[in-house]
């Protein structure tokens, strides 16, 4: 691909369907805060569901970047099969982990100790975050199959499948709302959970083709698929990198459940939290544009980084 054959209309065409994703995912956090704000007891449940999506976002970290390496490195189906292995591996790792955390004398000295949670937030918070367990092995699988789809050009049914991930998550969130005595947090977490699931059959559904145009490209694994060790060896950065960013959720609940007013402040941040990501989301959406359209001797460079500053100001 030649520099000046990556025009800002092309650009702009492959990182649409993508930006409206990131938009469609921002508008989940004020849904849900305005779901739980009109249920029973609803700073205790604000508070709840804040701490067990920011616990959730830890958990989920690791796998944040499987759509990155998808979309760099799923190019035969040797390279393809040996990412879709590492990502069981990857899900099952933190799958389990949050299992850990979830096991009582675990969750007591997280949740009551460290952070320092009322009693009435705390148990709403374990039964939110039970509810959240399948969500980190959910994100991965999802990720690993939009990958796929951007590898191929695919953006738009990225899109299509957040469509499935928003109309399942707010027809479950008005169910459970309307028609079950569930706190608000629990209602909440549920949704993005059956949204999220949703989400990885229909990307699956969807990436069908491009999966099996894949599984018929002959050839080596080569480079960072080369082995589970090369492939482990370059993802490291990448989930540390998301580990990092991510890490700083719990951290920022840590000193809140701490200070002063503790509990409306608590209730507070998923709220800001949500108004923010609706602002970051763009961005969010540029970096597998990047990667998808740079080229192997970073011939669109130039181009991505006209882009890149424009949409930054």
Known sequence: MNDEHLTQGRIFRFWSPLAATWLMMAVEGPFLAAIIARL??????????????SLALVMEAPVIMLMSAATALARNRASYCRLRTFTHALNAAVTLA???TLLPPVYRLLAEGLIGLPPEVASRTHIALLLLLPWPATIGIRRLYQGVLIRHGLTRRVA????????????????????TDFEGAWVGTAALTMG???????????????IRTLLDTPGDATGAT??????SRFYY???????????????????????RHSLESLAVLPVIGSLVFIFRSLGLAYQEVVIALIGDEHQGYRGLRTFGLTLSL
């Open 40 to 53: 029973g007891e609803p700073t205790y449940n604000l508070a709840a569901y804040g701490v067990a999506f």
């Open 98 to 100: 949050m299992v850990v």
């Open 160 to 179: 299509y499948g957040t469509v499935a991930r928003l109309v399942a998550m707010f027809g479950t969130a008005f169910a459970l709302a309307r028609f």
């Open 196 to 210: 999220v699931s949703c989400e990885a059959i229909a990307s699956r559904f969807m990436a069908s083709g491009a």
């Open 226 to 231: 080369s082995s589970f060790g090369a492939l």
């Open 237 to 259: 950065p990448l989930a540390l990198t998301t580990l990092l960013s991510l890490g700083i959720h719990p951290v920022v609940t840590f000193f809140v459940g701490n200070s």
